[in-house]
């Protein structure tokens, strides 16, 4: 069986350094927010050219704390693409917002700019990117918009650490982005964990108090906080594999294009990209109308492959009072979608291989 995602051989190969670090902080007896969470922080954040970096506990609490330290909440609407995880639209649901989604370019999978001015209200505080699947999204036009009706740009980065736009990092492409690492993301810890990116002083302060209890200083609260932090062991870890993010994201990019180059099926449709630096391949993305024909193809074939997704966010029960919205493009999406395996440990091997399983489907 090829694996979709093999975490013990991707993280095996830090096995020293990340051992090392891990007794660090165990002999250290400090195991939350200290010196890891320091160096972390300063590293992640001159990765993407930021003035801060804020470990938190998870992606989706890092898109939470954005929206709330902008003080976002009941009656204000933010702008978000249709098609993307659902954790995207939950941030904004959780803080009371209401999301209004747009949907995707067909070719790129992901927020389709031209499709945005038109659904901003006097509401509208902000606008959403999900960097989906790996690839940065095209922010020129994004950019221009939020400047004429003075929005926030807020960067979903949980698929796309490194994805570069216009010589910027992700993470530095909106006024505040999110991340999350977990294990299987391109930058994953070995459990949960997050982190906001931003040039904002005021918002980086508020959001590092809210994280943290609402404390700005030990047992002094000033907001009505949360406890969401980044603890040292994981801090530790993702410090070590940092050094490592961008040759990774080398070796996916390669993958990505021997696929692009040697799958051949008139029933496939290939993922696209704008420019090869613009995308860091969390998922290697096809489409393929008879979807779980070719889903059991694979299997039998012993090649795990993943949906992402297999139910569009307005589709899901949770979102009941969206379920009768109508975002054809991102249906379509939902349908037909199926990721094969991607990751920098593959073997020359198990990539032929899966090109001749997907070369020999019939439907
Ligand atoms: C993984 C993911 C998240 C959530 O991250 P967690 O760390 O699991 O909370 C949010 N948005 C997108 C697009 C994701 O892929």
């Known amino acids: 069986m090829i694996k979709f995602l093999d ?18 902080v165990l002999d250290s007896g400090w195991y939350i927010l200290g010196e890891q ?21 998870n992606g989706l609490d890092a898109l ?26 939950l941030a904004i649901s959780q803080n009371g917002c209401t999301p209004v989604l747009v949907e995707p370019d067909i ?37 221009k918009i939020a400047k004429k009706y003075k929005l926030k740009i807020i960067e979903d980065c949980a ?20 991340f999350s690492f977990y294990p299987g993301k391109n930058l994953g810890c070995f459990g949960d964990g997050g982190c906001v990116t931003t040039n904002d002083d005021a918002l980086a302060k508020k959001i590092r108090a809210i994280a943290n209890y609402g404390s700005d200083y030990k047992y002094h609260n000033i907001y009505k906080g949360i406890n969401s932090r980044l603890d040292e062991i994981q801090a530790g870890i993702l410090d070590v594999k940092l050094k490592y993010l961008d040759k990774d994201n080398e070796k996916r990019r390669k993958i990505a294009q021997y696929y692009r180059e040697n799958i051949q099926n008139s029933k496939i449709v290939l993922p696209k990209t704008y420019n090869e630096k613009s995308h860091v391949w969390h998922v290697f993305v096809i489409r393929c109308k008879q979807r779980d024909k ?70």
């Open 7 to 24: 975490l013990y051989k991707i993280n095996n190969r830090f096995r020293k350094e990340t051992d090392k670090r891990i007794r660090h």
């Open 107 to 143: 070719n790129t999978y992901n927020i389709n700019p031209n499709l945005i001015e038109h659904k901003i209200t006097k509401k509208t505080k902000a606008i959403m990117v999900v960097h989906l699947y790996g690839q940065a999204v095209q922010m020129n036009k994004i950019w």
């Open 294 to 363: 070719l889903n059991e193809y694979l299997n039998k074939n012993n090649i795990q492959i993943v949906i992402h997704y297999p139910i569009a966010p307005h589709k899901q029960i949770a979102y009941k009072e969206y379920n009768n919205l109508s975002f054809p493009i991102t249906e379509m999406i939902h349908n037909e979608v199926i990721s094969l395996p991607i990751s920098p440990t593959m073997t020359k091997k198990e990539i032929k291989r899966i090109v001749e399983a997907v070369n020999n489907f019939k439907g």
């Open 64 to 89: 939470n704390l954005i929206i709330r330290g902008y003080g976002f909440g009941k009656g204000d609407e933010i702008i978000v693409p249709a098609n993307t995880y659902i954790a995207t639209i």
């Open 37 to 57: 969470n320091k160096i972390f922080e300063k590293h992640f954040a001159k990765f993407c050219d930021v003035k801060h970096c804020i470990g938190c506990a």
């Open 159 to 178: 698929q796309a650490h490194g994805a570069i736009y216009n010589n910027k990092r992700t993470g530095n492409l909106g006024d505040a982005g999110g």
